[in-house]
């Protein structure tokens, strides 16, 4: 009898042990707990989750990811540290947040370094996406697998103040930026203030005017409700910063080649399937913020030079150790 009752006792303290860390094995499932700041139906949750639905698919239901967005988790900081340590497997975050923690990985977060959106995607898709995803893995401070890209387009200025029609406009103006030091100086040579915060408390800092204004693409600005509040949109596409997707290497160890190698398939197959939802995603907010009054500025080309001018001192400061690896991005046609 004890022997009968003893089983279940320990496989549920087990199943209660695992059930914390970022992986839960019921009997032989192994759930790979995921996190996102973006709500349900974003391309980058959409793309996690039908990935875990392949791997589903694939094992018979033994490998699946358990979604959790809209920042249940925490913000992208939390959520790196959380699989770093193992709490939880997959972590979607911006490369300005992993930028801090995988330094290699601060050359995609220099301003204006891709010349549009195209240039981006055929640099993750080639030889360089793989060799920096490479150095997530190999990097032995980290703890993290670099599983692949996504998009996020590119990253424009709206604030809750005055419409910004030249560069000049941003004196004085406080603007929130990833948490990166990077950013801080980007938009300090731009003339603004940079404010560094999680993206967590975006909303609430422009509500509250702890910021006049903030930074990013059109799905953010639109889909996590900024344009409510923030009615001016001022198209500098100063930044064509990644996203990507990493895995607790903790977890990733614990796991069979096999399981590993599928893992890696379906993330390839999430970068090219996200892009999709991106284009879409991206012209639906563009319409939403027009259609809810956003003034929207168009920048010239002879303005946009205004802002790469102004932008010379982060390349100085930050340039010099990408030097070759930029020459080779610059070479992508
Ligand atoms: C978004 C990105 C998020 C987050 C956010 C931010 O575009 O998808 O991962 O990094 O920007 O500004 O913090």
């Not at 190999?138 to 996020?152: E, F, I, R, S, T």
């Not at 603004?192 to 953010?220: C, H, I, K, R, W």
């Amino acid at each position: 009898m004890t022997a009968r009752t003893g089983l279940p006792t320990v496989g549920i303290a087990l199943a209660a042990a695992l059930a914390c860390a970022g992986v839960a094995h019921a009997q032989q499932k192994i759930v790979l707990k995921a996190s996102d700041v973006h709500a349900a139906g974003y391309p980058t949750v959409a793309a996690v989750e039908n990935m875990g639905k392949k791997l589903e698919a694939a094992t018979g239901g033994r490998l699946a990811i358990a979604m959790f967005p809209s920042m249940q988790l925490g913000g992208e900081k939390e959520s790196i540290e959380q699989a770093q340590v193992g709490a939880i497997a997959l972590a979607r975050v911006s490369v300005g947040a992993l930028g801090p923690v995988i330094e290699d990985l601060n050359v995609f977060n220099l301003p204006f370094l891709f010349r549009n959106t195209a240039h981006m995607e055929k640099v993750i898709d080639g030889p360089i996406g793989q060799e920096l995803l490479e150095r997530v893995t190999n990097n032995p401070k980290a703890g993290l697998v670099g599983l692949c890209w996504m998009d996020a387009g590119a990253r424009s200025l709206y604030d809750t103040k005055k419409p910004i029609r030249t560069i000049a406009d941003l004196k004085g103006m406080k603007f929130r930026v990833m948490g990166n030091p990077m950013f801080v100086d980007m938009m300090n040579a731009l003339g603004g203030n940079g404010v560094a915060m999680g993206y967590d408390q975006v909303f609430n800092a422009l509500q509250t005017g702890v910021v006049d204004g903030a930074e990013n693409n059109p799905p953010s600005f639109v889909f996590d409700n900024h344009y409510t509040v923030a009615k001016y949109y001022t198209l500098t596409e100063h930044l064509i910063v990644p996203e990507i997707l990493v895995m607790s290497k903790k977890i990733w160890d614990g796991l069979s080649k096999d399981d590993q190698a599928l893992i890696r398939k379906f993330a390839r197959e999430a970068q090219l399937e996200e892009r999709k939802l991106w284009n879409e995603y991206e012209q639906a907010a563009m319409a939403k913020a027009k259609a809810a009054g956003v003034t929207i500025i168009p920048v010239s080309d002879a303005d946009k030079k205004a802002y790469q001018e102004a932008v010379k001192p982060v390349w100085d400061r930050y340039g010099p150790k990408f030097a070759d690896l930029i020459k080779r991005i610059q070479a992508v046609e």
